[in-house]
């Protein structure tokens, strides 16, 4: 009972702070998720079997290893996952002269906000040149004549 409260806790906190807009809260939420996996995990297979397989010792009351191998890899992806969530926490900090498109600051040229509603408008560019899509042999040979200089049909090497 205790250890289904504790799974519930921790998930429901994880999926709170998931929830909020601060990164580095939502680090911390998958980190209390992938607590909450590791300790399902670890009590799926017995909470009361934990006697080691060594020696002349009962099948059934050894504890189950594949339980514990998953615990293990659940380990391993919620590490790299924090990782990778602190390094966007890294790249999107809050840095001087850059504006804050979600609270409309104004930039440092004087447009505000994602749409550039104020400040300077960029000059407008000439229209794109929308074309048939092309198999992805045809953008290959297109490759090789212009790479190569001529009409060969073949990659340069």
Same mark, same amino acid.
């Given at each position: @009972?205790? *250890?289904?409260?504790?799974? /519930? &806790? =921790?998930?429901?906190?994880?999926?709170?702070?998931?929830?909020?807009? /601060?990164?580095?809260?939502? *680090?911390?939420? =998958? *980190?209390?998720?992938?607590?909450?996996?590791?300790?399902?995990?670890?009590?799926?297979?017995? %909470?009361?079997?934990?006697?080691?397989?060594? +020696?002349?010792?009962?099948?059934?009351?050894?504890?189950?290893?594949?339980?514990?191998?998953?615990? &293990?890899?659940?380990? *391993?992806?919620?590490?790299?996952?924090?990782?990778? %969530?602190?390094?966007?926490?890294?790249?999107?900090?809050?840095?001087? !002269?850059?504006?804050?498109?979600?609270?409309?600051?104004? /930039?440092?040229?004087?447009?505000?906000? #994602?749409? +550039?509603?104020? +400040?300077?408008? #960029?000059?407008? !560019?000439?229209?794109?040149? &929308?074309?048939?899509?092309?198999? @992805?042999?045809?953008?290959?040979?297109?490759? !090789?004549?212009?790479?190569?200089? /001529?009409?060969? !049909?073949?990659?340069?090497?």
């Amino acid at each position: @009972m205790t *250890v289904a409260l504790v799974i /519930g &806790l =921790f998930t429901a906190a994880g999926v709170y702070l998931i929830l909020h807009r /601060g990164l580095i809260r939502v *680090v911390i939420g =998958f *980190v209390l998720l992938g607590h909450a996996v590791n300790i399902l995990l670890l009590a799926s297979g017995g %909470l009361w079997r934990r006697q080691p397989p060594f +020696g002349d010792v009962d099948p059934a009351t050894t504890a189950d290893p594949l339980p514990q191998a998953f615990a &293990l890899t659940a380990i *391993v992806i919620t590490f790299g996952i924090t990782i990778f %969530l602190l390094a966007l926490a890294v790249v999107d900090r809050p840095r001087p !002269g850059r504006p804050d498109l979600e609270l409309g600051e104004a /930039g440092p040229d004087g447009r505000d906000g #994602p749409d +550039g509603a104020a +400040g300077p408008q #960029p000059e407008p !560019g000439p229209e794109p040149v &929308l074309t048939e899509p092309r198999s @992805m042999s045809d953008q290959v040979a297109e490759y !090789g004549r212009t790479a190569a200089g /001529g009409d060969t !049909g073949e990659l340069p090497r």
